[in-house]
Every structure is written in structure tokens, then in C-alpha cells.
């Protein structure tokens, strides 16, 4: 049956007016948040029309791959700097502050497909938060096309203390004296990437410096920054350093948002099952690597659908600049392993 249902899947035309309808259908019904007043010939409708759907055929992977059609793909550029700035955990922030509410984090998780809000509550219980938010969030995602993510809402503490800000202070200054000790030397440009980190010990704080390897007067830099934080009585007892090739780590750091836009686009959406994704940076060539629970490869459409998104996508001013003159492969792959898509430039 699934089989027969592929098929006539792919003579359907159905227009982007059908399209939207069918959609709106399936969010009004699926999450119906008022309760409405039916005659008992409703009500047995109803409950006969909700069986058909957990029960028919119909309700199969097929049907879940017309619904997923619904909404193309369509990959948005992130923020290098912020790779938060967009997507769906930023949305479901707006969202829950739109509705009166402060989320102390979202996180999402593909294995089991999660999102797992922690709330922080004031002048409401959990049970109402979530009779409240729940619907809200639920008919956010079917719109969107995430038809595979189940959410859980629990509740936090708020994330603010008087020694996260002294933490905090401590960190910016420690960053100015590393910022102003590399532009000294010359390497104005290396400060700008996250060149030092604050491990917090029971007695005092440690400073980790990732020192580029080419830079040729690390001793002497580390001398200074100790100097500057000893000058100014900052709580510091001791500085690590940990060298790295600064080349490999920009293009490293180019590619984490590359590779998660692409991945964000179709993950929790039933037609791609998506169910995670790596990339690395060898000798300067990055690979990236999609990997789904799909046993054999999708219909000729979406595969065409996907990589014309990702082809339209790497073709983006902003990221064909963020790219610069990189080499790369993209795979997507089945369960086994087995690419049915790659990009290669």
C-alpha cells in the first residue's frame, strides 16, 4: 500500500492554495486548543475520524512525507559570531517571551528527537505554564514543518547571581589585558578570536591563552599579560597556554555555522529524518556529514529539492564570502552509512 501511495504521490499536483489548506488543517486539528460544544454525532465523528487517522494506512510514513512536502527546504544564514542570533531555538525564546514568560535555555536534541525548555517562574506553577505555552509551541512547530520533535518543559531557577557577574567582570578584563598585549606585538588580528578562557578553582581563577603557532614571541607575551593582571590585582593564580595553527581554526570556526544551517533547515521534519551532524577540517579540505535514519534514498525530487537548497545556499554572497577559497565535500548519508548525496566543489 505504501508503496501504491508513493507512487500516486508523485503524479499529485497540488497547488501552493492546497498546499497551505491541508496544512492549516492538520495544525487546527492536531492542536485544538478551545474546546467546542458537540452533539453527540459530533463527538462520534470526531473520535471516528481521529481512529482513521492513528489506524488507516494512509496515516504512514507516505502520508507523513506528503505533509513534510508542504514546507520546501529553505536554509538560513546564521550569524558566525552568534550562531543563535536565528533559527528555532531563537524563535521558541521569542516565542515564550512574546507570551509572557522567561526561558532560562531551549536545547534540542536528535536522538530522541527533543526540545527541552527550562522555564523560570514567578507568578505561575508549571501546569499552567505549560497548559499555557504547550499548544502555543506545539502549532509552531507543525506550521514550520517540525513534525518529529517531542517537547518537554520543566522549571529552572533565574540565571543571575552576584558572583556570575563578578565572574563575568573578571573575564572582560582578563580579555582587554590579552587583547592589548597581542596588539602590542603585532597581532592584532589573532586577539580577535577567543584567545583566553577563565577556569574558576576554589581558591582562585586560571587563564587559559590559545597561543597561535606562528606567532614568534609567545614567552614573551605571556610574561607581559602576567605583569598587566598582577598590576591591576585581578584574583589570577596561574596562565595556561595551548597552541593551536590559527589558518585550521578559521576555517574550522567558518564551518560550524555552514554546517549547522544546513542541518537545522530539515532536522525534526519526518521527510528527511535527520539524525545528526560532524564535520572536520583535513589538510584543509572540510567534510561534512549529514547523517539520517532512512533506509534507502528519498524520491529523485527530494534529493533535487535538497541539493538545489544547499547549492542556492552556498551561493549566498555572505557565505560565499564566509567560504573564501575553502574546499569542501557535503554528504548526506542513509542509515548504513552509504552517501545519496554529495556536493563537492
Not at 545556499?313 to 552517501?339: C, F, G
Amino acid at each position: 500500500m505504501d508503496e501504491q501511495l508513493r507512487e500516486l504521490e508523485d503524479e499529485l499536483k497540488i497547488t501552493n492554495q492546497s498546499k497551505d489548506r491541508l496544512r492549516s488543517e492538520i495544525v487546527r486539528s492536531a492542536h485544538e486548543v478551545k474546546k467546542r460544544n458537540l452533539s453527540r454525532f459530533g463527538w462520534i465523528a470526531a473520535a471516528a475520524c481521529v481512529l482513521f487517522l492513528i489506524t488507516s494506512p494512509f496515516y504512514s510514513s507516505t502520508m507523513a512525507s506528503i505533509a513534510g512536502k508542504i514546507l520546501p527546504v529553505s536554509i538560513t544564514p546564521s550569524s558566525p559570531e552568534d550562531q543563535h542570533t536565528i533559527g528555532l531555538t531563537s524563535d521558541l525564546f521569542k516565542l515564550i517571551e512574546k507570551e509572557g514568560y522567561m526561558a532560562n535555555s531551549v536545547g534540542v536534541t536528535p536522538s530522541p528527537y527533543t526540545i527541552e525548555v527550562s522555564l523560570a517562574l514567578k507568578d505561575s506553577t508549571l501546569k499552567q505554564a505549560t497548559d499555557d505555552l504547550e499548544p502555543k509551541i506545539m502549532s509552531y512547530l507543525y506550521e514550520n514543518g517540525y513534525d518529529k520533535y517531542e517537547l518537554k518543559l520543566t522549571e529552572g531557577t533565574v540565571a543571575s547571581s552576584d558572583d556570575q557577574e563578578d565572574e563575568i567582570t573578571l573575564y572582560d578584563q582578563v580579555r582587554e589585558i590579552v587583547k592589548e598585549v597581542f596588539a602590542a606585538y603585532g597581532y592584532a588580528e589573532e586577539a580577535d578570536f577567543e584567545l583566553a578562557g577563565l577556569n574558576k578553582t576554589w581558591f582562585s581563577n586560571i587563564v587559559t591563552i590559545n597561543m597561535p603557532d606562528h606567532i614568534k614571541e609567545p614567552n614573551e607575551i605571556v610574561s607581559e599579560i602576567e605583569k598587566e593582571i598582577d598590576a591591576r590585582n585581578l584574583d589570577v593564580k596561574d596562565i595556561e597556554v595551548n597552541t593551536f595553527n590559527l589558518e585550521h581554526r578559521q576555517q574550522d570556526d567558518r564551518w560550524a555555522s555552514i554546517a549547522s544551517d544546513i542541518y537545522e533547515a530539515m532536522a525534526g521534519k519526518s521527510t528527511y529524518q535527520l539524525t545528526g551532524v560532524s564535520y572536520k577540517v583535513k589538510k584543509g579540505h572540510t567534510y561534512v556529514s549529514i547523517k539520517t535514519e532512512l533506509e534507502r534514498p528519498p524520491s529523485e525530487e527530494i534529493s533535487r529539492e535538497i541539493e538545489l537548497a544547499i547549492q542556492e545556499y552556498l551561493a549566498l554572497p555572505e557565505i560565499n564570502e564566509r567560504i573564501q577559497n575553502d574546499n569542501y565535500t557535503i554528504r548526506l548519508s542513509l542509515k548504513n552509512e552509504k552517501p545519496f548525496i554529495e556536493l563537492s566543489n
